[in-house]
């Protein structure tokens, strides 16, 4: 019977209801993206992208407008920045992201310590999971919904993009497409993680799932699946151990996923430190 009161008490509050369905949402989206994101190398990307949606967020705050279209606006013209520096000048691509980043996420900081009064910072930040309004809900799923059905769609092009872009070109599929496509999955994505966890962890809800995944099976169809499910599982053990114990939500939710990381790089069947350890202990002494 207390296992039973353990599970239902936190989902007796509308709120942590919301916050539990909206954290699910955006780790099967994050989980799903991450898995490409890891193999194609583009993690810095993403950090970068999470970091330059910081002055949309805070525009759309100053003209009551909803905080998804300034983030999304704004990731948008990070990835178009990033590669147009990137391709119109000798300046590589790591460079390029780290000046475009750096100086959209000073542009944030600069209107936010401009108009201190009408924006609140942690939340931007570090998200306002449990304060999920009903029209923020519906944000999620809808941004959501839409990345998850293109990835489901264009999954087969984006697993060829990320391991053989010369085959891929070969088949007749346009790499800069695919490219672009996946930029701005990554934009959409980022505005969907951002209500859960806020600015500066949502690079973790879009590397740390499919990094995981990635120790745990050398199958990318398996990745696709144990991703998206390690995400849902520290989502659910996150909200329910920030109820418990008044913590950060979002925090508790991304600490959770580097718990589970941490387990995988110890004692992965195949590529945990640990694991290696004893089998070469094993063969010394069998020898």
Known sequence: MYLVDFIVEPLQYTFIQRALLVTVVASIVCAVLSCWLVLIGWSLMGDAVSHAVLPGVALSYLLGAPFAIGALLFALVAVGAIGLVRNTTLVKEDAAIGVVFTTLFALGVVLISKFPSQIDLNHILFGNLLGVSQGDMWQVFVLGGLAFVVMVVKRRDFTLFAFDRTQARAVGIS???????????????????????????????????????????????????????????????????????????????????????????????????????LRRREGAVAA
């Not at 398996?222 to 950060?248: E, H, K, N, T, W």
């Open 175 to 277: 790499p800069t497409v695919i490219s672009g496509l996946m930029l701005t999955l990554l934009a959409l994505t980022t505005v969907v993680a951002l209500q859960a966890v806020g600015v500066i962890l949502v690079v973790a809800m879009l590397i740390t799932p499919g990094a995981t995944a990635y120790l745990l099976t050398h199958r990318f169809g398996r990745m696709l699946i144990l991703a998206p499910s390690i995400g849902v599982g520290c989502a659910v053990i996150g909200i329910y151990v920030s109820f418990y114990l008044d913590v950060s939500s979002g925090g508790t939710v991304v600490l959770a996923q580097g718990i589970v990381f941490t387990l995988a790089y110890l004692f992965s069947p195949t590529q945990g430190i640990v694991t290696r350890r």
